[in-house]
């Protein structure tokens, strides 16, 4: 099993800058891709962005491009998502996420096998 603790949402103005980040335990070595997907109210979850441990390959949505950039720390086994220019409807539950023993940046949410409990990020316009 693999644990992903988000920290780092908050309340941030429209045009702000926020980092969201991800530490990760346990069978952290099966995950080799680990991500950020979101959740906003009344609307299914996302997928935002990915990493790939090997090779440093990221993939991240049309919504975020330009604006969000996913980074990691393998050796911590930590992953960040700074977030530029954010936007009121960027207002979702960011979670971390993982996939198991794939090594596909999949854009679909429902390809992530493990989840963290989710940070807020609300931006208010």
């Known amino acids: 099993q693999v644990q992903l603790v988000e920290s780092g949402g908050g309340l941030v103005q429209a045009g702000g800058s926020l980092r969201v980040s991800c530490a990760g335990s346990g069978r952290t070595g099966s995950s080799s891709v680990v991500g950020w997907c979101r959740q906003a109210p009344g609307k299914e979850r996302d997928f935002v962005a990915a990493i790939r441990w090997s090779g440093g390959s990221t993939k991240d949505a049309d919504f975020v491009r330009g604006r969000f950039t996913i980074s990691g720390n393998y050796a911590k086994t930590t992953v960040y998502l700074q977030m530029n220019s954010l936007k009121f409807e960027d207002t979702a539950v960011y979670y971390c996420?993982?996939?198991?023993?794939?090594?596909?940046?999949?854009?679909?949410?429902?390809?992530?096998?493990?989840w963290g409990q989710g940070t807020q990020v609300t931006v208010s316009s």
């Open positions: 996420v993982a996939r198991a023993r794939s090594l596909v940046l999949s854009p679909r949410a429902d390809e992530y096998d493990y």
